[in-house]
Each structure stands twice: as structure tokens, then as C-alpha cells.
């Protein structure tokens, strides 16, 4: 189906393009000299932008996962790059809190490679075939859930800190990014289902480019609850809310992209692997040398 252009490296490429621009768009706002400028308007402005990446990693992730011939291979390289960070964070800590920015503004925050890592690690587990090991893919459920507790919990309390469960170890966007591992590996299970309904046999049409399709379709709508699930929050419980909802409704756009996702590897190099696992670390090093010599 010529429908279906965009392959996994494209999707790649735009997920870390959109993460690069919320990233500088963050560090504009934190430096605008004041309220509405012009550099804190174009940071809003990327920020928003970014949105799109978050829903885009964790459909790479799940694919991943399901796809490659060596989970524990995939599982540990998010783990180096997951330890990797914590040390450049712990790095920049030591060099610069109390200097350029203050203590409300700490460097070490929720790693988003945890959440990669525990998103995976679900995958994994409910991919076992022992119904013991199975059940065990709830735990990293459970800890997303312990995460949003205690970010809603400081949250309430401005000038309380958790510490038996440090910024470092958090899983960023918690419950938002696991939502979101689970209603993209449950379209893989809900699609099969679906079509053994209809007494068609899965097995002899997941080549078939309108079965992609359809995936697509399923992963689109999970999309699309998971940010209306995430936005009701403001209605029902809007005094846990310590995100920016409408900032975070816009990661729905993400769809666009995964509609037309054709199930492709794409351009696939070694150095192109090795440079989308050592992106993330880099750029946040480099993007904050870069701010911190303008502004020192």
C-alpha cells in the first residue's frame, strides 16, 4: 500500500528532531529575560513541537521490542544509555548547581530512558511464555504508578522532597508513557483477535500491507484515549495535575505520523544505531554548555 511511506527510520528521525526543539525550547523559556519575550514565545513554541516525540519513542520502543531477535540485548543497551545519563547528570550537578541555576531548578530530573527501559521490560515479560514470568510485566506498570504518586504528592507539597525515591530513578512522564507502551502493544494482541472474530487466520496476512494498516489504526485510537484520558485529569482531578494538559494534548498529533507508518526498517546502519542511543545524553550535554557559556 503506497499509502504507507513513512519507515521506521523516517519516524526516527522525526521523534528525535521534535525531542531536540522541546529540549531547546526549555532551556529558552528558563533563560527568557522576562514573560512573554520573544525567546520564551519561539521556547513555548518548540515545546509544543516536542510534544509529538514522546508517543512516537514508545511505538518505536514496542515495535522493538516485538521485532527484534534479542530483547536482552535491546533491554541492556537502554540500560547503559539509562546509566550513562544519571553519570552526565550527576556530572553537571556537581559542576554547576549553585552557580548557574538554582536549587528549584535542579539537574538531575526523571530520565526518560528508565521509562524506555520499563516500557521494554513490560513488552518482554508479557511476552513470556510462563504465565508466572507473564504476570511479573505488571511491575513496571506498578512503578510508572509509584512515580506519578510521588511527583503529585511533591507536587502538593512545594517544600516537600522524597528522597527514597530520587529524581534520577523516576520514570519521566510516568503513567502517561506506560499508558501508552500498553495500549501500543495491546493493538499487536487486540488485531489478531479481532480478526480470528471474523474467522480470518492472523498468521497468513501479517505481510499484507492493509494489516499494517490496520495496526496503525488501532495504535492511532489508543493514542488518542491514553491524551483524552490524560486531559481529563483536569476535569476530575485537577489539583494532581503538575503538568501543562493543553501543552501535553498536543502529543495526539503523533498519529498523523504513526498512520502512515509502513512497518519497514529503513535505512539501517550501525553507526546510525549507535547514534540514536547516544543522541539523548549528548545533545542535553552539548545544549547546556551552549546556554550555560552565553549565560555565564
Known amino acids: 500500500m503506497k499509502s504507507l511511506f513513512l519507515s521506521n527510520f523516517v519516524l526516527k528521525i522525526i521523534a528525535i528532531v521534535t525531542m531536540t526543539l522541546d529540549h531547546i525550547g526549555f532551556f ?14 519561539t521556547g513555548y513554541i518548540f515545546r509544543i513541537i516536542g ?3 514522546l508517543p512516537l519513542f514508545c511505538f518505536l520502543a514496542v515495535e522493538g521490542a516485538l521485532k527484534t531477535k534479542n530483547i ?3 533491554l541492556l543497551r537502554l540500560a547503559i544509555v539509562m546509566s550513562l545519563l544519571i553519570v552526565v547528570e550527576f556530572v553537571l550537578e556537581m559542576l554547576f548547581v549553585g552557580g548557574v541555576i538554582s536549587d528549584n531548578q535542579r539537574l538531575l530530573q526523571p530520565n526518560i530512558f528508565i521509562t524506555l527501559f520499563l ?28 512515580g506519578f504518586v510521588v511527583n503529585v504528592y511533591e507536587y502538593q507539597n512545594q517544600n516537600i522532597t522524597i528522597y527514597w525515591l530520587p529524581y534520577f530513578l523516576r520514570p519521566e512522564y510516568d503513567i502517561l508513557a506506560i499508558m501508552l507502551f500498553v495500549v501500543f502493544y495491546s493493538s499487536y ?12 487466520k492472523p498468521n497468513l496476512y501479517e505481510n499484507d500491507s492493509k494489516y499494517r494498516l490496520y ?7 489508543g493514542l488518542i484515549i491514553v491524551s483524552l484520558i490524560y486531559y481529563s485529569f483536569t476535569i476530575f482531578a485537577n489539583e494532581i495535575v503538575y503538568w501543562d494538559a493543553n501543552e501535553q494534548l498536543i502529543m495526539m498529533c503523533a498519529a498523523i505520523f504513526i498512520i502512515f507508518y509502513n512497518g519497514k526498517r529503513g535505512y539501517d ?28
Request: charged residues 15%.
Open 28 to 41: 529558552l523559556m528558563q533563560y527568557s529575560p522576562y514573560d512573554n519575550s520573544p525567546m520564551q514565545i
Open 51 to 53: 510534544r509529538i516525540s
Open 72 to 74: 536482552k540485548k535491546y
Open 119 to 146: 516500557g521494554v521490560l513490560m513488552v518482554w515479560l508479557f511476552e513470556n511464555k510462563n504465565k508466572y514470568i507473564k504476570f511479573l510485566g505488571i511491575l513496571p506498570i506498578i512503578y510508572c504508578i509509584l
Open 189 to 200: 494482541k487486540l488485531l489478531p483477535v479481532l480478526m480470528e472474530s471474523y474467522g480470518l
Open 215 to 221: 495496526l496503525n489504526l488501532l495504535s492511532f485510537c
Open 269 to 296: 546502519r550501525r553507526w546510525f544505531r549507535i547514534f540514536t542511543y547516544s543522541y539523548y545524553p549528548l545533545h542535553l550535554f552539548l545544549i547546556f554548555m551552549i546556554f550555560t557559556l552565553i549565560y555565564l
